[in-house]
């Protein structure tokens, strides 16, 4: 089957998925823009096993131009003749493009998601809008369960909603943590890491809810009777500068390291050294990094708020679960785990045990049966107010 895959831009998870997606079908993978609008990817363009086309040299897809992008996207999906096209969402003007390629050349759509119902406060007119584009697609990929109950509330029938969406080369992780185990001595001195430390990784943005991680990791230290651990905090963003504020307000300066946005192969070194992993966030629509931490055999510390909680952590055998707006029971896990090596080596086990059918091969799997779900469901029906809904959408993008 001839499937396209359409992202705003290639980040090393899309690689890997769309590299074993390959092997599944005739595939191609189309981004938007070579630049990532949130993440400085540092990528090489070969090597990746798949069919790949690139839209715009320049820019990002946060800037692009409509009837450009347009233009091209369906040149692309033209040329290849797709067969079913996987659409990333409804927050994209490449998603509303596509979909509307889909539904004027009687292609059926497969809608990648992995929002859930509590990502934020959902408004009637909003879900309103969204149950009719949701309607267009003819089956769905999505991460997990919290994920196939939102698109379900939204109209998709279940029986067409297939998992996979969120994978990352867990092979990748695993194999670079271990290896940077075995040279620990050499790896800690390279990446200037701490004897012993918590990590984190996220983008410096209000949902990371860093500030209560920051003051919970101090109520950590103040109560720890043995000597505390470090933390590291990889990742960049705009409230770079209300971090560094607070850590000097909390005294904690000299047990944060901030070392910034680090590139993909520098990450299992610092997976590979940490006693655990910590994810805050009081959203999240899936959360790659708890899925990273895993396959690295780290015990994890996830906010019950991310979308990947439900289906990867299992409280008390792989990881723990908290409400992100309690600190104190944050510290609480936060000791509870730096406190007891047996437990967090059974955790690190168990979790990597788990996590290893959540790979790339899973993706390719999913998107597989959910592309022939979608062409046993048949093309689209021609709808002329959905077409003026998407011309719609994608002028409010531009």
């Not at 040279?183 to 983008?203: D, G, I, Q």
């Not at 940490?274 to 959360?287: C, I, L, N, P, R």
């Amino acid at each position: 089957m001839r499937i396209a895959a359409v992202f705003d831009n290639f980040g090393p998870y899309h690689l890997a998925r769309l590299s074993a997606a390959s092997r599944q079908c005739q595939l191609l993978g189309i981004e938007v823009a070579r630049q990532s609008a949130e993440y400085a990817w540092s990528l090489a363009n070969g090597g990746v096993g798949f069919q790949r086309k690139t839209l715009l040299d320049r820019g990002t897809s946060a800037t692009a131009d409509p009837k450009l992008l347009a233009a091209r996207l369906d040149e692309e999906l033209a040329a290849f003749q797709a067969e079913a096209v996987a659409v990333p969402g409804w927050s994209s003007q490449a998603a509303f493009l596509a979909l509307r390629w889909c539904l004027r050349n009687r292609v059926p759509a497969v809608l990648m998601s992995e929002s859930q119902a509590s990502d934020k406060r959902r408004r009637a007119l909003t879900e309103c809008v969204k149950r009719r584009y949701v309607r267009d697609f003819r089956a769905a990929l999505v991460g997990g369960r919290p994920q196939r109950e939102y698109l379900v509330q939204l109209g998709m029938p279940a029986e067409r909603i297939c998992f996979g969406y969120d994978a990352v080369d867990n092979r990748w992780f695993e194999q670079g943590a271990d290896a940077a185990r075995a040279k620990a001595v050499e790896t800690r001195a390279r990446l200037r890491l701490p004897p012993r430390y918590f990590l984190a990784s996220s983008r410096f943005i209000p949902k990371k809810n860093l500030p209560c991680l920051l003051r919970a990791f101090a109520r950590y230290r103040r109560a720890c009777a043995a000597a505390p651990w470090d933390l590291v905090l990889l990742g960049d963003g705009p409230l770079r500068g209300e971090i560094e504020a607070l850590l000097a307000g909390l005294q904690l300066t000299s047990a944060v390291q901030l070392p910034g946005f680090r590139q993909y192969d520098e990450l299992p070194g610092y997976y590979g050294l940490a006693g655990a992993f910590v994810h805050a966030s009081t959203t999240e629509q899936w959360g790659l990094v708890v899925n990273e931490a895993m396959a690295s055999g780290l015990p994890v510390i996830v906010s019950e708020r991310c979308g990947c909680a439900m289906d990867l952590v299992s409280p008390g055998e792989n990881g723990l679960l908290f409400d992100p707006t309690d600190e104190a029971s944050l510290a609480r896990h936060m000791q509870a785990v730096a406190g007891d090596e047996d437990r967090r080596s059974t955790m690190g086990r168990l979790g990597r045990a788990r996590i290893r059918d959540w790979g790339p091969e899973r993706f390719a799997r999913g998107l597989a049966e959910a592309a022939e779900c979608a062409r046993r469901a048949g093309p689209p029906p021609a709808r002329w107010i959905d077409r003026l809904l998407l011309r719609l959408l994608t002028a409010k993008q531009a």
